[in-house]
């Protein structure tokens, strides 16, 4: 896999641009408001393969993006999240709290092409995107640590996104998370 070339003086170029998870409003934070969501990576055996997880914060909706394995990662990334989020409505697509990995290194595109903010945590403050870091390890229960994901196609990706959007969660009242989503976007188009 290519390098996003972001050791040295280019990671510092990136540092200059982050905008802290500090930031982020409290309607964000206390779940009040859609369209905010946390973002992160699973990753195959040496980092060479991996599955971007989107997860929206107040109806816990998962998105599973299929990584091109052939593309430098944040270019992967980029196009994966842009495919994901482009046909959403604005009231959908706020804001993205994502760690500090250089596969978001193409952040202020993503925000140009997406309208969503893009936040950064802390370094070493997984607890800044709780939730994805817990619907990552239910994902684990398909993708077991140590599996090459390369070969995990997007069809096999939608399956397992459907059954985990499908499945009524305790922290919503045993509502489900796909019909939370689209009774957010039948409001939105009323």
């Known amino acids: 896999m290519q390098s996003d070339g972001l050791a040295g003086p280019h990671l510092a170029q990136l540092v200059d641009v982050l905008v802290g998870h500090h930031d982020v409003v409290d309607r964000h934070r206390d779940r009040v408001e859609i369209g905010h969501w946390e973002g992160d990576c699973i990753m195959g055996p040496g980092n060479r393969s991996a599955i971007g997880t989107l997860i929206e914060r107040r109806t816990r909706c998962t998105l599973l993006l299929h990584l091109q394995v052939d593309r430098p990662r944040s270019e992967a990334m980029h196009e994966a999240l842009t495919a994901a989020l482009s046909g959403m409505p604005a009231s959908l697509c706020r804001s993205i709290t994502w760690d500090q990995g250089s596969e978001l290194a193409a952040h202020q595109k993503i925000t ?9 945590c802390d370094a070493h403050s997984p607890w800044q995107r709780g939730t994805n870091e817990n619907t990552n390890g239910l994902l684990r229960d398909y993708f077991p640590k140590g599996m090459d994901l390369s070969p995990v196609t997007p069809q096999e990706l939608a399956a397992v996104q459907d059954e985990l959007n499908d499945r009524p969660r305790k922290t919503l009242n045993w509502a489900r998370p796909a019909r939370l989503l689209a009774a957010q976007l039948h409001a939105d188009t009323a």
Not at 112 to 120: K, L, R
């Open 112 to 120: 140009a092409d997406c309208g969503a903010q893009v936040y950064f």
